[in-house]
């Protein structure tokens, strides 16, 4: 069943604020599950408990700790511009909300006896929208970095802003190709075109990057620089305290939902039932049936994202940025160069849809092989070992430089004489 523009803007005005408060109460809940979820997940992983205390299973711990936040003391460093500092949270954590306005929880069902389809919006480029909204994120971060009148607080933000940007050019061409493959930026017909096969199958490499693209963006662990504890102490959200903490906290789970969303829109078929169960069973695409399905999909993302941060190890920030600037973005490039001569071929007539998504798997394949390849680290040479300094006699060996850091026609390494006595009777210079 699939869902046209025409079906859109036509609700009664209860109808949209009904769905704007579900989108609005959904994501809260959502927000405060995932919280427990990521608590619990990454405890069985250590081999801890987690949260167990609050409710059934822990389930309210979340809740505990939204109230312990918002009775917090709410500081404003003296050298920060207190105007900037207030409105930052509040950038970041909007758009996070408005992102979901386009997404597609299922087809046109009945609500309140009004038939009106399970999504707030569309629009013929809603995905561009999702993407432009979702840029001013960056504005509050970045803001709220320089604003707080801290050092590590704006080395985050810059580092924020530089990844964020980055990362969405990434994502941004990883989503062309889906724009071609289905003729459309709409949501819900992006949707429609996944009914016999998913994206996330027939455009294997643009999956990938999307996957590893979307990480990045949220800036989560292992990409989590932004908020570097060994470096910048908590990154841009230093100095933030109390409700605007949480608001921040809010905008990252929010975001990750949002990312989560889109990549079941566009690559998993999104609310369709998956494994194809709709062939055995009529009624899997009807109804709220979708909903659950949707759900599914979307929170098997963000398990993605809590099994990352609780195995991988932070990267260093040169080694993230080069491998988005130097390795996704020309992967991602030539990849659309790929969909697009396919697309040209099949309106020539060079071959049939059938043969055009063998090939086009075949090839994405090839692609993604290499592109995984680019994860796998490099094993270096067997280096010669170097030389050990023999110390003068009396002296002490002192370590060796780096590799390529000695001086030309510098003197010999350093030693510590320990034949020169101090003012102090028996203790001898070290």
């Given at each position: 069943?699939?869902?046209?523009?025409?079906?859109?803007?036509?609700?009664?005005?209860?109808?949209?604020?009904?769905?704007?408060?579900?989108?609005?109460?959904?994501?809260?809940?959502?927000?405060?599950?995932?919280?427990?979820?990521?608590?619990?997940?990454?405890?069985?992983?250590?081999?801890?408990?987690?949260?167990?205390?609050?409710?059934?299973?822990?389930?309210?711990?979340?809740?505990?700790?939204?109230?312990?936040?918002?009775?917090?003391?709410?500081?404003?460093?003296k050298?920060?511009?207190k105007?900037?500092?207030?409105?930052?949270?509040?950038?970041?954590?909007?758009?996070?909300?408005?992102?979901?306005?386009?997404?597609?929880?299922?087809?046109?069902?009945?609500?309140?006896?009004?038939?009106?389809?399970?999504?707030?919006?569309?629009?013929?480029?809603?995905?561009?929208?999702?993407?432009?909204?979702?840029?001013?994120?960056?504005?509050?971060?970045?803001?709220?970095?320089?604003?707080?009148?801290?050092?590590?607080?704006?080395?985050?933000?810059?580092?924020?802003?530089?990844?964020?940007?980055?990362?969405?050019?990434?994502?941004?061409?990883?989503?062309?190709?889906?724009?071609?493959?289905a003729?459309?930026?709409?949501?819900?017909?992006i949707?429609?075109?996944?009914?016999?096969?998913w994206?996330?199958?027939?455009?294997?490499?643009?999956?990938?990057?999307?996957?590893?693209?979307?990480?990045?963006?949220?800036?989560r662990?292992?990409?989590?620089?932004?908020?570097?504890?060994?470096?910048l102490?908590?990154?841009?959200h230093?100095?933030?305290?109390?409700?605007?903490?949480?608001?921040?906290?809010?905008?990252?789970?929010?975001?990750?939902?949002?990312?989560?969303?889109?990549?079941?829109?566009?690559?998993?078929?999104?609310?369709?039932a998956?494994?194809?169960?709709?062939?055995?069973?009529?009624?899997?695409?009807?109804?709220?049936?979708?909903?659950?399905?949707?759900?599914?999909?979307?929170?098997f993302?963000?398990?993605?994202?809590?099994?990352?941060?609780?195995?991988?190890?932070?990267?260093?920030?040169?080694?993230f940025?080069?491998?988005?600037?130097?390795?996704?973005?020309?992967?991602?490039?030539?990849?659309?160069?790929?969909?697009?001569?396919?697309?040209?071929?099949?309106?020539?007539?060079?071959?049939d849809?059938?043969?055009?998504?063998?090939?086009?798997?075949?090839?994405?394949?090839?692609?993604?092989?290499?592109?995984?390849?680019?994860?796998?680290?490099?094993?270096?040479?067997?280096?010669?070992?170097?030389?050990?300094?023999?110390?003068?006699?009396?002296?002490?060996?002192?370590?060796?430089?780096?590799?390529?850091?000695?001086?030309?026609?510098?003197?010999?390494?350093?030693?510590?004489?320990?034949?020169?006595?101090?003012?102090?009777?028996?203790?001898?210079?070290?």
């Open positions: 069943m699939s869902t046209n523009l025409g079906a859109f803007g036509n609700d009664v005005w209860w109808i949209i604020g009904i769905k704007t408060l579900l989108v609005f109460v959904i994501l809260v809940l959502l927000t405060l599950f995932n919280i427990w979820w990521e608590r619990r997940v990454v405890a069985r992983m250590q081999h801890r408990i987690g949260p167990n205390v609050h409710g059934p299973f822990g389930l309210l711990q979340s809740l505990a700790d939204g109230v312990k936040l918002a009775f917090k003391e709410d500081l404003i460093p050298a920060a511009d105007v900037v500092f207030v409105l930052a949270p509040v950038i970041v954590v909007v758009p996070a909300f408005v992102t979901f306005s386009v997404i597609p929880f299922g087809p046109e069902v009945t609500l309140f006896g009004e038939r009106t389809p399970l999504q707030l919006t569309d629009m013929p480029v809603a995905v561009l929208f999702v993407m432009a909204i979702a840029s001013i994120g960056i504005y509050g971060i970045v803001l709220g970095g320089w604003s707080s009148g801290s050092t590590y607080s704006l080395l985050g933000g810059l580092r924020s802003s530089a990844q964020m940007i980055s990362y969405e050019v990434a994502m941004g061409l990883a989503l062309v190709a889906v724009f071609m493959y003729g459309s930026m709409s949501t819900s017909e949707v429609a075109a996944q009914d016999d096969l994206f996330g199958a027939a455009l294997i490499p643009s999956f990938i990057i999307y996957t590893i693209a979307m990480v990045g963006e949220t800036n662990a292992p990409f989590d620089l932004p908020e570097a504890e060994g470096e102490v908590g990154g841009f230093t100095e933030y305290s109390s409700l605007k903490f949480a608001l921040f906290f809010l905008a990252e789970y929010i975001n990750m939902a949002t990312v989560s969303a889109l990549a079941t829109t566009l690559f998993l078929g999104g609310w369709h998956p494994f194809w169960i709709d062939e055995v069973w009529a009624g899997a695409n009807e109804g709220y049936w979708p909903v659950l399905w949707f759900f599914g999909k979307v929170l993302f963000i398990f993605m994202f809590i099994w990352l941060r609780g195995s991988l190890p932070r990267l260093r920030y040169d080694q940025m080069a491998f988005g600037w130097k390795r996704l973005i020309p992967i991602s490039l030539g990849w659309i160069v790929i969909v697009a001569t396919f697309r040209v071929a099949r309106n020539e007539g060079a071959f849809g059938g043969n055009q998504t063998f090939w086009l798997v075949t090839a994405g394949l090839v692609v993604a092989a290499f592109l995984l390849s680019l994860l796998i680290p490099e094993k270096k040479a067997d280096e010669a070992p170097a030389a050990v300094n023999v110390p003068r006699p009396g002296g002490y060996p002192v370590p060796q430089m780096p590799a390529g850091g000695a001086v030309r026609g510098a003197a010999a390494p350093l030693v510590f004489r320990t034949d020169v006595h101090t003012s102090d009777a028996g203790v001898r210079n070290g």
